[in-house]
């Protein structure tokens, strides 16, 4: 496995302290490799521990289980060995007894013969003793190996009570009986005459079927070959008591040991400091109790066992360690990339978004450890989008508030110029309405001003012949009143009219739409006011000159408008210009070398048009630009202008053809006029009538 | 031959001009003046025998109650044939236009030039419709 940390791109800002932070400190819980690991021991060692004590108990008691059965089945060959001792004694005896031979020595009293035979059939019986008797009990004859305790001391018991023990024999087929320290198992048979015997029974006088007497036989208890059957049988420890004395037993037994239940076959005893378990049988012999046991030494099983259970238990260590080991590579295998995960994760938490995990483990943790690349990766991609983003916004943002700012400098442009249009327009109303009031009163002034005059005309040519008759004086009194009168009558009259020009110049505002709207050639209409304007200044003022500039749009599309109107827009523009220009070249102080000069330009917008009327004159100061179209406004002195030039063609732009115009100016630079019109008529407001 | 000239016009100045403007005539008896202050009075005066023959109505057309232009239309009722010169000093093109419609035979602007309107007058007698 190889891991770790790569760095591939300059990292963005990374706050040190946070990512230090997220690194160090501590987890809550334990790390995943402890949990792990505690996991996975307890899950492994103690279900180990728990098998071993489980399997060292369950191996205890089978153990035992396995070992009272064997003690059971020793027990059962134990008694298969004594139940076959007892049947071919009891068989023996009882075939020796009826024997014909037997019966013969016996009722012919040869005790050489009987002798003889008894020794014979002890052999053939393998019995340890036979003996015969007399119906008294008075011993015949007895036969045995030479060093057989109980020899000549066997007797046959006259009551019950004696019987068993002291070598005295019960009355009764099989029996137990102690001699000399040996305990015996006997069987005594009665011995009677045939009843077909036909051998001459008059020389004895017994009848036939008379008892002859008692033919006793015994084996020992524990012989020789017994104990010897039973260590064939590999029955070590046997054990056989008759009552309460022990019969047998190579071990210290110095009493009877308590017998096993029935249920519990092998019981536990304790033997000279020595634990061992067995299991034990009662027969009933003759009313006489024998018991027999097998026993077994505790310690070896104990041993073996100890041994089984800590082969068990070691094995289980050397798994459960070989488990940690194993644990221990696995937990660090899986922990690892977790952990870089975990360090990795931080990392980026903390910023670093170009960090990128090399894991290479091939599993899911791979799989992982890719995606959470790809995540970083488009962590990364995604911030540098959001940044560029934000600025991408930000600049938006700028830009929609620098057009809402635009627009509302826009809208508040057009409010104040709608608002000063309307001014404009009631200011025209009122013009036209003051003009109408006076027009009357100042038609009498200039009828009967002229009429006066005519009326001193002819008063002078009555008069004349009286005036000649008076003295010098007089008449001469009287001429100059006249011509007082009469000059003063002409001025009424000059300012009379000077009065009905404005007057008139008043009316244009309530002038109406008389004109009708056509197709212009734009450019040609400008050339030929130019030319009116140019000559006419010219007549006015023989010294005038100005150099005229024009750049007018060739490729300028035909315009609807009134050809008339706009054309006294043009002159009256362009006489302000002139004027202008011109006062500025006869300035007291000026500049010598100054040229005035008169610019017109055309442009096609396309939906509108627009002209520019630009001169080098003085300048309009700032303060009085908003003045300029207001009615009766004027710079010129007193008699030049009647101030009422731009506010008509104000209203003949804006009223008449929907159109604006504007004034831009720098003192002692230029002043432009900008007109701009709509091509055709369709936004063009109707004249409000007088 | 001496003839009427009816002058309708609510101005109380007018008569006085009329007449300082037409006192040449007045003194060679050319023209005898008549003056009426509204369209009614005119009306009332057209009713009643004007002495000598009445040749025209001079009326203004801005007047308080019955103005020049229904003045006209009277006036062209009863007598068709008796010229009618509008004066105003509303010349607009509306104005104009009624004038002509309802029978005007003239639509003289104020100021009046009354050299341009004797020699109509001069006309006008001459030629009596």
Not at chain 1, 268 to 294: D, F, M, N, P, S
Not at chain 1, 538 to 564: C, H, S, Y
Request: aromatic share 6%; charged share 25%; net charge negative.
């Amino acid at each position: 496995m190889r891991s770790g940390f790569t760095t591939e791109l300059k990292s963005p800002p990374t706050t040190e302290a946070s990512l230090a932070a997220a690194l160090d400190q501590p987890p809550r819980v334990r790390s995943f490799r402890t949990k792990l690991t505690l996991l996975v021991a307890l899950a492994v060692i103690v279900p180990s521990l728990l098998a071993c004590l489980i399997l060292g108990g369950q191996l205890d008691r089978q153990t035992r289980a396995i070992f009272a059965s064997n003690l059971a089945a020793q027990l059962e060959t134990f008694t298969l060995i004594l139940g076959n001792n007892e049947n071919s004694l009891a068989k023996g005896v009882v075939r020796t007894a009826a024997d014909n031979t037997l019966q013969v020595t016996l009722d012919l009293g040869i005790a050489t013969q009987l002798a003889h035979y008894l020794d014979q059939q002890r052999g053939v019986l393998e019995i340890d003793f036979l003996a015969a008797y007399q119906l008294d009990g008075k011993s015949i004859s007895y036969s045995s190996a030479a060093d057989e305790p109980g020899r000549g001391q066997w007797r046959i018991a006259r009551t019950v009570d004696n019987v068993g023990a002291d070598c005295a024999v019960a009355r009764q087929p099989l029996s137990i009986t102690i001699c000399d320290g040996v305990a015996y198992l006997t069987s005594l048979q009665p011995v009677d005459r045939r009843q077909d015997a036909n051998r001459g029974d008059a020389a004895t006088g017994n009848p036939a079927g008379e008892r002859l007497g008692y033919l006793l036989g015994g084996v020992r208890v524990a012989g020789p070959a017994l104990i010897d059957a039973l260590r064939q049988r590999q029955i070590t420890f046997p054990a056989i008591w008759a009552d309460d004395w022990v019969v047998y037993a190579n071990l210290p037994v110095e009493q009877p040991l308590e017998l096993g239940t029935a249920d519990h076959p092998a019981q536990q005893y304790t033997i000279a400091g020595e634990t061992y378990l067995g299991a034990a049988k009662r027969l009933e012999i003759g009313g006489q109790r024998l018991t027999y046991g097998v026993l077994a030494p505790l310690a070896p099983l104990r041993v073996s066992l100890a041994k089984s259970v800590l082969t068990v238990v070691g094995a289980g260590l050397v798994l459960a360690i070989l488990t940690l080991i194993a644990l221990s590579f696995i937990a660090n295998r899986i922990s690892r990339p977790i952990q870089l995960l975990r360090e990795g994760a931080a990392r980026i938490g903390a910023g670093e978004l170009d960090r990128r995990l090399d894991i290479h483990t091939g599993d899911e943790l791979e799989a992982l450890a890719n995606q959470f690349n790809r995540m970083a990766a488009d962590l990364q991609t995604s911030y540098a989008g959001l940044e560029h983003k934000v600025e991408e916004r930000t600049a938006e943002l700028s830009e929609a508030r620098d057009a809402a700012e635009g627009a509302l400098r826009e809208l508040r442009t057009a409010q104040a110029s709608l608002i000063q249009a309307e001014k404009m327009a009631s200011l025209g109303q009122l013009t036209a309405g003051i003009a109408h009031e006076i027009k009357n009163p100042l038609n009498f002034v200039n009828n009967f001003a002229s009429l006066s005059n005519e009326l001193l005309g002819e008063l002078k040519e009555i008069a004349a012949p009286a005036i000649a008759g008076l003295d010098a004086n007089k008449r001469a009194e009287i001429d100059e009143t006249m011509e007082l009168l009469s000059g003063n009558l002409e001025r009424i009259a000059e300012h009379g009219k000077r009065a009905d020009g404005i007057v008139k110049s008043m009316l244009e505002h309530s002038r109406g739409g008389s004109g009708e709207r056509q197709a212009v050639d734009l450019n040609a209409l400008l050339e030929e006011s130019l030319n009116l304007a140019y000559h006419g200044a010219r007549a006015q003022d023989q010294g005038f000159n100005i150099t005229l500039e024009r750049d007018f749009d060739k490729a300028m599309k035909p315009v609807e408008l009134v050809p008339q109107d706009i054309a006294r827009v043009f002159l009256n523009l362009f006489g302000n210009g002139f004027y202008a220009a011109n006062k500025r070249a006869h300035a007291p102080n000026g500049d010598a070398a100054f040229r005035p000069v008169l610019h017109v330009a055309t442009h096609d917008l396309g939906d509108a048009i627009e002209i520019k009327v630009r001169d080098n004159g003085a300048g309009i100061p700032p303060a009085i630009r908003d003045k300029l179209f207001q009615p009766f406004f004027t710079t010129k002195p007193t008699g030049e202008g009647t101030g009422l030039g731009l506010s008509i063609s104000y209203d003949i732009v804006t009223q008449q053809h929907g159109g604006t115009i504007a004034v831009d100016s720098e003192e002692g630079k230029f002043t432009e006029f900008t007109i701009r019109l709509p091509r055709t008529a369709k936004a063009t407001a109707t004249r409000a009538t007088i | 031959m001496t003839v009427s000239i009816l002058v309708v016009d609510d101005e109380p100045d007018v008569p006085d001009l009329f007449r300082q403007r037409f006192r040449r005539e007045a003194r060679q008896g050319t023209y005898v003046l008549h003056f009426a202050a509204s369209g009614e009075e005119a009306l009332d005066q057209l009713a009643g025998e004007i002495r000598p023959e009445l040749i025209v109505i001079l009326s203004d057309i801005n007047m308080p109650g019955m103005d020049g232009l229904d003045l006209l239309r009277e006036v062209k009722q009863r007598r068709p044939e008796l010229p009618v010169m509008m004066v105003t000093a509303y010349g607009d093109d509306e104005r104009r236009r009624r004038a002509a419609e309802y029978g005007a035979i003239e639509f003289v602007t104020k100021p009046v030039d009354f050299d341009l309107l004797k020699s109509q007058l001069q006309q006008l007698s001459n030629n009596p419709t």
